[in-house]
């Protein structure tokens, strides 16, 4: 064991799927800064594999540089391209192309120990990367300790519950409901994702805003309702509304 | 195995290398062998503080560059057994601080002292992130006032999250806070924050209050810690903190205004 150097191993990683219907990069521009925008923090540096499976027309010339350079502009790192029609303009630049997903999903099978047979102008070492993509619930993110002014925590497709305070200029968001079993100081927003159903409970409302599915509400007026209080929020038509809990 | 203990802030000017050199010198008295380091390079204070300015001839940079080692830069002090100064350097900048070299000087210094206070610079930068990285415990300095306070909430963010122990999953750095500047009559006007205030905000254990003193300046100036002045409310005051850190119960004193004497009135004394 002791006189290897490494070991090949095959693994099952969750990784984020973009999933390209169309390609022209004004476009695709906007729509992935207006997807960022919603959560910096937790898009940067983020692999992900840009899936062509559902592309209306395959890449061509220099598209997949375009469409690379502005994935890595937006702080993405892309992987790996999926699926698709193998062409030079994607051979071109660079990134490993794999299989598309139902074969992915159906065909799990471990990876040959031996070498696999060569290929044209093979690379030397194969690393197999089998991508799963399912939608499954996800738990909820749970946080014991204080959020203090600065932090960001995001539950992404979840709720977020917090069993301690949320300073003074932290922030705690999720695209689900928020729960928070101390002192809100800093800013809660909830259904990020346009969850108009989403609500934020806390035990102690002091926030310096609130906000569901973009709808918000800042201390000036939380301060009339309820504050210091235990207090829900939901969304009623395009207003927030607070009630006792 | 040495206690790393950083002393911090966020904010500058509340007392953190006060709080340092009476700690670090209240830590010594207490029999433990106590090195204080001065991470705020290019604004080197603490030496001034300790009263030992004259005797720098290494600094932390040089021992990090390998230019000295850590026996020719340490500075021992004069009234004190048991108590050394890592003085900062004046003519480098935060860069000159790597990871690598603090965590070496570090490990060295953990081989002979009980103790290591880390004296961190103002900021959330670099050298205020290198000061707290390696901490087991933390005293966050703060001034009962609201920016004091949200400074201390965003610096206790970070070692939570930013420190060593938190990168690895280890048990979190332990946080004391220590209250500084406390003036219980200004409290009670309603023009500072109270110790209760402050607590409820920030939510860590209480470790020390220290109270508004002359006697705080006046050591300053004269370069000898405020602990050593037992005669002042601030000097026993960082006593008391001292004892708590080591694991003692006490009462916290000096947060009630405090009725003058009709001599103390007659001669304006505090």
């Known amino acids: 064991m002791s006189d290897l150097s490494f070991q090949l191993k095959g693994s099952v990683v969750s990784i984020i799927i973009l999933e390209l219907y169309q390609f022209t990069p004004a476009g695709f521009a906007d729509q992935l800064r207006a997807k960022i925008d919603q959560a910096p923090q937790f898009f940067a540096q983020s692999p992900v594999v840009i899936s062509l499976e559902k592309l209306n027309a395959p890449l061509a010339d220099d598209e997949p540089s375009q469409l690379l350079a502005l994935c890595r502009e937006f702080g993405l790192q892309p992987m790996a391209f999926r699926g698709g029609e193998v062409n030079d303009a994607i051979r071109a630049c660079g990134l490993p192309q794999l299989p598309s997903s139902s074969r992915a999903d159906s065909e799990l099978q471990m990876p040959a120990p031996v070498a696999p047979a060569p290929q044209q102008a093979a690379p030397e070492v194969v690393v197999k990367t089998v991508v799963e993509e399912r939608v499954v619930q996800r738990p909820a993110k749970i946080i014991e300790r204080p959020v203090r002014s600065g932090q960001q925590v995001y539950a992404e497709g979840a709720d977020l519950i917090i069993l301690s305070q949320v300073s003074e200029g932290a922030e705690v968001i999720a695209d689900g409901n928020i729960h928070i079993y101390g002192p809100l100081r800093g800013r809660a927003l909830a259904g990020v994702k346009g969850d108009q159903q989403a609500r934020i409970f806390c035990q102690h409302m002091a926030a310096e805003l609130v906000s569901i599915a973009g709808n918000f509400m800042l201390s000036d007026s939380l301060r009339k309702q309820l504050w210091q209080q235990p207090a829900q929020v939901a969304l009623n038509g395009d207003s927030l509304h607070l009630k006792t809990l | ?270």
């Open chain 2, 1 to 270: 195995m040495a206690k790393i203990i950083v002393v911090t802030s966020g904010k500058g000017g509340v007392g953190k290398t006060t709080s340092s050199a009476a700690i670090a010198t209240g830590l010594a008295l207490s029999g433990f062998k106590t090195v204080v380091i001065d991470f705020d390079v290019g604004l080197r204070n603490l030496d001034l503080i300790m009263g030992c300015e004259r005797r720098v001839v290494y600094d932390f940079v040089n021992v990090i560059k390998q230019e000295a080692t850590l026996n020719q830069a340490l500075i021992k002090d004069k009234r004190t057994s048991d108590l050394y100064i890592l003085p900062a350097s004046q003519t480098r900048d935060k860069d000159a601080l790597t990871q690598e070299g603090v965590e070496a000087v570090l490990n060295e210094l953990a081989e002979t002292f009980d103790y290591i206070i880390c004296d961190s610079p103002a900021g959330i930068e670099k050298g205020a992130q290198m000061a707290l990285y390696f901490a087991d415990a933390a005293i966050v300095v703060t001034n009962p006032e609201v920016s004091s306070v949200r400074d201390s909430d965003r610096i206790l963010g970070i070692l939570q999250s930013k420190s060593r122990r938190a990168e690895r999953g280890e048990a979190p750095v332990e946080e004391h806070l220590l209250l500084t500047r406390y003036n219980p009559e200004r409290v009670q006007a309603g023009e500072m924050l109270s110790v209760a205030d402050v607590e409820e905000i920030l939510a860590i254990p209480l470790l020390g209050v220290i109270p508004e003193s002359e006697a705080v300046l006046k050591a300053s100036n004269q370069g000898t810690p405020v602990i050593l002045d037992q005669a002042s409310e601030a000097g026993q005051a960082y006593q008391d903190a001292v004892q708590r850190l080591l694991g003692g119960q006490l009462e916290h004193r000096f947060l009630e205004v405090q009725k003058k004497g009709f001599f103390q009135r007659l001669l304006g004394a505090k």
